[in-house]
């Protein structure tokens, strides 16, 4: 049962060797992020699964201690998937990478962890039964829920400017702050792709968790400093 989830966004310049001199930038995002984690380590569950989007390549599960680099974005740093106990030879994705950096800030040590990439393209009936299937794996589980918005908000944005941008990411944060699972689940794929949504499939995944659970949820950060759409919310 899903017991309290937390919404990142997932862009390596949250960390800080990573962004380098624009770091203090992103500070008010990094610290949002932080308290929505204290949410998960308040409801004391038994499991926490980090979801994060990916390419095909990098669907599946990450067993606790994966370790996460962020060499290819010109840092020196290595972080694992929570307290490290093995040494798997596969490496997490870059949004994962980024959840297990945010979970070390806390020196999270209230659960075991498990990384879940999920492919950006996956679609809404999967998405939906892959989050009813994860709530269903423990009696007490968190979410830490990574992904982005439209990359597409000015001309200078990943995704250049397209004025349908700021209209879905205004809806977007209504929902995510307002535990909107009906509205989540909804999400159209086809402007979600357009847009660069990189978020679309893990919340359809957490909207599928959250079905049979109360639920209540507070947007803690909204902003696009880079012309992409990034989210903090909690949810209890």
């Known amino acids: 049962m899903l017991v309290a989830a937390a919404l990142c966004p997932c862009p390596p310049l949250l960390v800080p060797e ?9 500070d008010a995002l990094r610290a949002a992020c932080l308290d929505a984690i204290g949410v998960l380590a308040a409801a004391r569950p038994d499991r926490l699964v980090v979801l994060g989007p990916t390419d095909e390549a990098g669907r599946g599960r990450y067993p606790q201690g994966t370790p996460g680099s962020f060499r290819g974005f010109g840092a020196d740093l290595e972080v694992p998937l929570g307290p490290a106990e093995t040494a798997p030879d596969r490496e997490l994705p870059p949004s994962l990478s980024v959840g297990a950096w945010l979970l070390s800030r806390t020196d999270w040590d209230d659960a075991p962890v498990e990384g879940l990439g999920v492919p950006r393209s996956l679609p809404r009936g999967r998405c939906l039964e892959l989050g009813r299937e994860t709530a269903a794996a423990a009696p007490r589980v968190a979410l830490l829920v990574m992904g982005d918005g439209s990359a597409c908000r000015t001309v200078k944005a990943p995704g250049y400017f397209d004025e349908r941008a700021e209209a ?9 702050g307002d535990a909107d699972i009906a509205a989540l689940a909804a999400l159209d794929e086809e402007p979600a792709a357009a847009l660069q949504v990189s978020g679309r ?13 109360g639920r209540s949820g507070r947007l803690l950060r909204e902003e696009a400093p880079y012309g992409v759409g990034y989210f903090v919310a909690a949810w209890s």
């Open 168 to 176: 879905f990411d205004a809806e977007l944060a209504r929902a995510l």
């Open 201 to 213: 499939a893990c919340w359809q995944v957490l909207a599928g968790a959250a079905e049979d659970a």
């Open 18 to 26: 990573v962004a380098a001199g624009a770091a203090p930038e992103l």
